[in-house]
């Protein structure tokens, strides 16, 4: 019986395998579309920056000068905003009537929007569209008559006529941001749960409600910055005891030849700080990304 050979184990001076050749990195070329492009996105970044500065640097200026610099700086004019303007006073108006709007424009969004969605109707195309209009078309071409009524309700200069008129594009600007979040969820959730025994209301609260947070977020948040920013609507019907800031900061370019130009300047700085953190907010709490992946898992 012959014995099978072994093979010789690999001595320490055997070659070692070569190693795979790196692909080479491929050049991106550079097209004249994506040089324009790019050159046009930094040149609006940077006019922005520079633009931004001025203002916070002039709400500091001590006296201004014919120079690129001041010469001299100072926070008398915050202080002499928040004296003039009562910029306290207002921060709590814009503050209660944006959020008093995200809570009543989510509370009726979302069964609307769960209809929307759910349901099908005759005319329902029509309903899609009626919820569209204050979103397209001027905003100053429904102000005038929404503001007429707000006077005959003697609501005017009352932060309830301020909550009103805002409602007026922010309900369906809610429901149009729903849509699709619900349109995401498998309504199988939902059927096995009725088949369990859940109520319409527990599939609301148990079911649907945790699946539509990332939509609730969005939606709210989006809102909330829209608020804030509205100035037709609120300058129409606004008055002395309820001001937001924007109004405000109207007012006071408007009185830009009684008042100083830093006090102005630093009323708008006080504006974009607020519009700022609710950004800040905004995309620390509603990541794009992340409401895909989620919604894909759920799916």
């Known amino acids: 019986m012959s014995s099978a050979t072994l093979p010789a184990p690999p001595s320490r001076t055997d070659p070692a395998p ?18 324009l492009t790019w050159a046009g996105l930094w040149t609006f970044i940077g006019g922005l920056v520079a633009a931004v500065f001025v203002v916070v640097l002039a709400s500091f200026s001590l006296q201004l000068s014919s120079g690129w610099f001041p010469t001299g700086l100072t926070s008398r004019w915050y202080q002499a905003a928040w004296a003039d303007f009562g910029l306290g006073n207002l921060l709590v108006v814009t503050l209660l009537v944006a959020v008093t709007v995200v809570l009543v424009s989510l509370l009726v969004a979302v069964p609307t929007a769960y209809a929307l969605s759910r349901l099908q109707f005759p005319g329902k195309r029509l309903v899609l569209l009626l919820f569209l209009l204050p979103l397209v078309i001027p905003t100053m071409s429904y102000a005038v008559p929404l503001a007429t009524l707000v006077y005959l309700l003697w609501l005017n200069d009352t932060v309830a006529g301020l909550i009103l008129v805002n409602l007026v594009p922010c309900l369906p600007f809610a429901v149009l941001v729903l849509i699709p979040f619900v349109d995401q969820i498998d309504p199988r959730v939902e059927d096995a749960a009725r088949v369990l025994g859940a109520s319409t209301g527990q599939v609301f609260r148990r079911v649907l409600g945790p699946l539509m947070i990332p939509g609730l977020l969005a939606a709210g948040v989006l809102t909330l910055v829209r608020v804030v920013g509205q100035f037709e609507l609120t300058f129409l019907v606004a008055g002395p005891n309820s001001q937001t800031l924007v109004v405000a900061l109207y007012g006071s370019a408007v009185q830009a030849g009684q008042l100083a130009s830093q006090q102005v300047d630093a009323v708008a700085v006080v504006y974009m700080l607020t519009t700022l953190i609710l950004l800040v907010i905004s995309l620390r709490f509603v990541d794009p990304t992340s409401v895909a992946v989620r919604n894909r898992r759920g799916a």
Do not use: C
């Open 18 to 35: 070569p190693r795979p050749r790196s692909t080479p990195r491929t050049r991106r070329r550079i097209t004249l579309t994506g040089a």
